[in-house]
């Protein structure tokens, strides 16, 4: 029953920074544009290439 008491609380706790991170990211503009970061990964860009 002790395990109960100890897992409980942390799982809330990871549930809760798992929800900042989430948050953190949506802040920093991670999904502002989905549409062109699909479109830009076809592009054929000859700076991407290695020398």
């Known amino acids: 029953m002790n395990i109960v008491l100890f897992l409980a609380p942390f799982s809330?706790?990871?549930g809760?920074?798992?929800?900042?991170?989430?948050?953190w990211t949506l802040r920093a503009g991670q999904y502002d544009d989905p549409v062109g970061d699909a479109s830009?990964?076809?592009?054929d860009d000859d700076d991407?290439?290695?020398l």
């Open 48 to 50: 991407d290439r290695p």
């Open 12 to 14: 809330v706790g990871l």
């Open 16 to 23: 809760l920074m798992a929800l900042g991170a989430f948050w």
């Open 40 to 43: 830009r990964i076809l592009l």
